[in-house]
């Protein structure tokens, strides 16, 4: 559960614990792309044990991003179940390479909230819910009527809209995501020499 405004007033206080990131991008050759090798020394000058990562502030960019363009490669917005899942590997991936925690990583996903947060969170998820379906069909009814004055119209591709109730404790997404991590994980410290021990 995050607290508002909280890394605001830490930076501001104590003006030196962030610092600046090198991010190292994997390199191509003959058209393979070698991943960055994240067991050589940060390149930043600087090294860090330990990573803690709050994975809502990944799971929900990565699954229904703001302005329907991934903030990290510019595509369009997943579709399926498995493309968010894959985009939230990459962008995991992605940090870790950046911070390259030779210690511990941590990934906290949240547990079930308190009962009053997750009314609140369901009321606020149900609301956009309703707010994109009352959009979706004033745009089918102007489309409609484009159509009876006689205008040539081309519809635009339905897609399934994403129900962020879904990123709720104790939903079958949560319990299949969790699985992936528990995979990506086992399978990172297998294959990535900057994962191991």
Not at 65 to 76: A, G, I, L, Y
Not at 121 to 146: D, P, T, V, Y
Not at 170 to 195: I, S
Request: glycine share 4%.
């Amino acid at each position: 559960m995050g607290v508002p405004a909280l890394f605001r007033w830490l930076s501001n206080k104590y003006s030196k614990i962030t610092t600046q990131v090198v991010e190292e991008q994997p390199v191509e050759v003959n058209g393979v792309q070698i991943p960055v090798d994240t067991s050589k020394p940060n390149p930043t000058g600087e090294e860090f044990d330990n990573l803690y990562l709050d994975m809502n502030g990944i799971i929900h960019p990565c699954c229904h991003p703001e302005d329907k363009v991934h903030p990290h490669d510019f595509s369009s917005s997943p579709e399926t179940e498995d493309e968010m899942i894959f985009e939230i590997f990459k962008y995991m991936d992605r940090i870790v390479a950046m911070v390259r925690p030779r210690k511990v990583l941590y990934m906290a996903i949240d547990g079930v909230a308190p009962r009053a947060k997750m009314n609140q969170q369901r009321s606020r998820r149900f609301r956009a819910s309703q707010l994109a379906r009352i959009e979706a069909e004033e745009k089918e009814r102007q489309l409609r009527e484009l159509e009876a004055s006689g205008q040539v119209v081309e519809r635009p591709e339905k897609k399934k809209a994403f129900d962020s109730n879904c990123i709720t404790p104790g939903t079958p997404f949560m319990a299949h995501l969790a699985e992936c991590l528990r995979y990506h994980v086992a399978h990172k410290l297998n294959t990535d020499p900057g994962w191991k021990n």
